[in-house]
């Protein structure tokens, strides 16, 4: 598994919504918004509703490849983003967890295989 570097893990943690990609088993795209959770392991848990019931938790009973894009606006002028792209394989997990009461037994638990961030140098994303 590859690791986050520490200013990754800084910025995923003071970050809450990301994009999720999975792939439907007919190869069609499929991008949702989703809260994740980053793990002391490494890992990353994306948790929801009814996720158990969701097209992306289909798509991954398929296949288990997923992306995860975390990014933001730093500044409009000058022109500033920040970001992280992490592709991996996904592992689909049920039963209780520590999300929160709201979320679904069901939970995507993402494996980083590979890592690409910009703009994580600084804390002006410069």
């Keep these: 598994m590859t690791e986050f570097s520490e200013a990754e893990r800084a910025y995923l943690k003071s970050q809450r919504l990301g994009r999720l990609a999975t792939v439907s088993p007919q190869g069609q795209p499929q991008a949702n918004p989703v809260g994740f959770f980053p ?30 894009v975390v990014d933001d606006i730093v ?43 910009w703009g994580l140098d600084s804390p002006d994303g410069s």
């Design 39 to 68: 793990q002391d392991d490494g890992t990353i848990l994306v948790g929801g509703y009814e996720m158990g019931r969701s097209k992306k938790w289909r798509n991954l009973q398929q296949n288990p490849k997923v992306a995860l």
């Design 75 to 117: 500044s409009l002028r000058p022109w500033t983003v920040r970001g992280i792209d992490i592709r991996g394989e996904a592992e689909l997990l049920i039963g209780p967890h520590e999300l929160g009461p709201h979320f679904s037994e069901e939970v995507i638990r993402i494996h980083p295989r590979r890592i690409h961030s």
